[in-house]
């Protein structure tokens, strides 16, 4: 699968670019940092919704670790 349709591909670039905003002291730098990881999740919801993935295979197939907090990425909530 091309790397642009794969949502675990953008997911991944999302928790990098939440670890590296975990690094940042400067406020500025990491709010842009967070607004970046919050953009490659939002292109790995777009992948999803080209390839019909369901929250259901999200959570069988992605640690929840990798989602933004308290969600599925689809607006479902955890707990």
Excluded at 12 to 30: F, T
Excluded at 38 to 63: I, M, N, T
């Amino acid at each position: 699968m091309h790397p642009i349709n794969d949502p675990k591909h953008w997911r991944e670039r999302a928790q990098e670019a939440r670890v590296h905003a975990e690094q940042i002291a400067d406020p500025e730098s990491k709010k842009m940092m967070l607004k970046i990881a919050e953009d490659y999740e939002k292109l790995a919801q777009r992948a999803e919704q080209r390839c019909g993935v369901s929250a259901d295979f999200k959570l069988r197939h992605y640690p929840l670790d990798t989602w933004p907090l308290g969600t599925l990425g689809d607006g479902l909530t955890l707990g």
